[in-house]
């Protein structure tokens, strides 16, 4: 979300350093997204509580569903986009941070590029409202609600 601009919006040497950090952070949120996920499906949460409204429960569960969607689909379209570009005709990795060899996704058209760049940018987009979607939700059930529901510590 940050490096987003610090990477596109400049050029030369101090754009490329920007765009290993951006890289490197997208591949680490990525291989901790599926660790994440595999853990979460071989442990479910407590359910939520019996009270909830429906309506809650399904938003609660939609929101949890868009963010691994997200943290899963921002780095994949990240990593996408810059297989798509230059770089990946002339090689078949990009460097992350330390010099670490990265491979560019194999058999990805050119011509999806500018279609990666556009779905990179709506999935940040959908992370700043799920942000404040679920900050805002945290902030009614502590103290418009006054309810812990035993999933998340309190305040």
Request: proline share 9%; with cysteine.
């Amino acid at each position: 979300m940050w490096a987003g601009p610090s990477a596109t919006c400049r050029a030369g040497p101090s754009a490329a350093s920007g765009l290993i950090g951006t890289k490197t952070l997208g591949v680490t949120i990525l291989l901790l997204s599926i660790v994440r996920l595999g853990w979460r499906i071989a442990n479910p949460p407590p359910p939520l509580p019996a009270d909830m409204a429906g309506w809650e429960k399904a938003l609660s569960r939609l929101v949890h569903v868009l963010f691994y969607v997200i943290l899963i689909g921002l780095p994949l379209t990240g990593w996408a986009y810059i297989s798509t570009g230059g770089a990946a005709q002339n090689s078949s990795t990009t460097t992350l941070l330390g010099g670490m060899p990265w491979p560019f996704i194999p058999g990805l058209p050119r011509e999806w590029h500018d279609g990666f760049s556009l779905s990179h940018g709506v999935l940040v987009k959908t992370t700043y409202a799920l942000i404040i979607l679920h900050v805002g939700a945290a902030l009614k059930h502590q103290f418009i609600d006054k309810r812990h529901n035993g999933r998340m510590p309190p305040l």
